[in-house]
């Protein structure tokens, strides 16, 4: 089954209450395409011509040039276009009332990977309200959950609020963009007008490969399916002294450091299961970030079945019997996305109960009540969406 994104929709129909809109801006990415690989400011600058004012960036900017974490974007011309070009990420997370002055619709078109922690979600958080204030109404062209709809813990708590998490969300959220705009609409009880243009032959379960849409990166460090797929949990590595594997051609995917004994770790990890995952030693060398030179001992995460696959889980059982058999292990100290205070490790995770497993202070029966705490309800709330 083909999946036709709601950019393709919107493309198709043309639908009359769009011509009602004089002066639209668009918030997107590289990520955002149609079926056939266009661009969807390209795209969109064809259907609306000089309706079409400005555009709107993410963390990487709108070619996903920039590196994660606190490298902001420049405001800038955009080569293609000739559109200006306004940075949602830098010294301005939300859309002030000059980048939206003068506009009557601002489309939003971004593709996410599923989890809590990569900020695109919480640039919409925040555009919301702002758009409000504007009084510039808000349609969001939907995408696919490139993860489907299972979701994994802990929920966020309040007190670890940041741009990696303003609301409660699971790590592993089951939102698709439309979704998360609808439950953030509610939850910050909005009357902003907001209208989702739906995916057709969409079905929330689906993985991205299932869907027949093709993969372009969303930022530097996320070539491909399987990156997201282990990035819910390997993420959690960004908040300690462990490579995430940035630097390499297989990020999230590779892990390690020179201090690293693999054998260590397989000694512990020997006896735990680890549903649909294989462990392989490896050695590896960043050109950038952590350990940048270095040669690390590690591994490579091979997902073998992506539905038995549970990547937060997976990754907290790695994490422990890394922390437990080296003295080196450490957490890594702030700043981390504009937070000076709190742990990286914190507010990544959003829950206390994340470091404290780790560093072997809770055992496994706590770590199950934690992972699952409210999911029952937030499932509840996301049902009651009813976009899919």
């Known amino acids: 089954m083909r999946v036709r994104s709601g950019l393709d929709v919107l493309l198709a129909e043309n639908p009359s209450w769009l011509r009602r ?35 709107l960036s993410p963390q990487h900017g709108l070619y996903g040039t920039e590196q994660a974490n606190m490298i902001g974007t420049p405001d800038r011309e955009d080569p293609l276009t000739g559109l200006p070009i306004y940075s949602l990420y830098g010294p301005r997370l939300a859309p002030s009332a000059e980048v939206l002055a003068d506009l009557d619709l601002l489309l939003v078109d971004l593709q996410d990977v599923g989890c809590r922690v990569y900020t695109y979600l919480w640039t919409l958080w ?53 979704e998360a705009a609808l439950l953030f609409h509610r939850r910050q009880r909005l009357s902003l007008p907001l209208r989702v243009i739906k995916m057709t032959g969409y079905r929330r379960r689906m993985y991205f490969p299932e869907t027949g849409l093709p993969w372009v990166p969303p930022s530097p460090n996320m070539p491909s399916f399987h990156t997201a797929l282990v990035y819910p949990g ?60 270095q040669i690390c001992r590690g591994f490579q995460l091979h997902v073998l079945d992506p539905r038995l696959f549970q990547p937060v889980r997976t990754s ?14 450490s957490f890594r100290p702030p700043p981390y996305e504009f937070e000076e205070k709190k742990k990286p490790i914190e507010i990544i995770s959003g829950h206390p109960c994340i470091p404290s497993y780790i560093a072997g202070n809770m055992d496994e029966e706590g770590l199950d009540f934690c992972l699952k705490e409210g999911l029952t309800y937030y499932a509840k709330e996301v049902a009651s969406l009813g976009l899919y």
């Open 316 to 329: 907290l059982k790695i994490l422990r019997a890394v922390a437990l058999t080296h003295s080196e292990f």
């Open 21 to 55: 809109y004089s002066r639209v801006g668009l918030l997107t990415h590289q990520a955002a395409v149609t079926g056939h690989l266009v661009p969807a400011h390209l795209a969109l600058k064809e259907l609306l011509g000089p309706r079409l004012k400005r555009l």
């Open 126 to 178: 925040l555009l919301l309200p702002a758009a409000e204030k504007a009084g510039v109404e808000v349609v969001v062209l939907d995408r696919p959950n490139p993860l489907g709809s299972t979701l994994e813990g802990p929920l966020l708590q309040p007190e670890y609020s940041s741009l990696v998490g303003y609301a409660e969300l699971p790590l592993r959220h089951g939102l698709t963009p439309g």
């Open 234 to 293: 390997q993420v959690l590595l960004e908040g300690t002294n462990l490579s995430e594997g940035r630097g390499t051609t297989r990020p999230f995917e590779l892990f390690g450091a020179p201090w690293l004994d693999p054998r260590r770790v397989l000694r512990i990890l020997g006896d735990i299961d680890l549903p649909g995952v294989r462990l392989r030693p490896t050695l590896f060398t960043p050109t950038f970030d952590k350990w940048r030179g």
